[in-house]
């Protein structure tokens, strides 16, 4: 199994950017696929976008769209996601995760993931 720790997380303003970054060790980084959910207080955990072993295809969820973008580092066993043009509805737990299928982590089914990260804090200041 793979172990996922994230990190990059912090208070931004409204507008900016943040970089998550995960970093993946154990099982090969590369025989999964990957992917961002994120939770907000007294809200259920949901997907944000997911990324294939070889970062070939990419899927976003409708709210982040044209303003994340994944992307990773199979060399450095690093995933990250890029935000920007934040909005205060984005302010969430963000969690990094691992599942054997992009499509499917897409599908936002959290049985699909094999293994999650602790999570990092998005905090957004209007």
């Known amino acids: 199994q793979v172990q996922l720790v994230e990190s990059g997380g912090g208070l931004v303003q409204a507008g900016g950017s943040l970089r998550l970054s995960c970093a993946a060790s154990?099982?090969?980084?590369?025989?999964?696929?990957m992917g961002w959910f994120r939770q907000a207080p007294g809200d259920e955990r949901k997907f944000v976008a997911s990324?294939?072993?070889?970062?070939?295809?990419?899927y976003y969820a409708d709210s982040v769209k044209g303003r994340f973008t994944i992307s990773r580092d199979n060399n450095k066993s690093t995933l990250w996601l890029q935000m920007s043009t934040v909005k205060p509805e984005d302010a969430a737990v963000y969690y990094c995760?691992?599942?054997?299928?992009?499509?499917?982590?897409?599908?936002?089914?959290?049985?699909?993931?094999?293994?999650w990260g602790r999570g990092t804090q998005v905090t957004v200041s209007s």
């Open positions: 990324i294939s072993r070889f970062g070939t295809d990419t």
């Open positions: 154990g099982r090969a980084f590369g025989d999964y696929a």
């Open positions: 995760a691992a599942g054997f299928s992009a499509l499917r982590l897409r599908t936002g089914d959290i049985s699909q993931v094999n293994s």
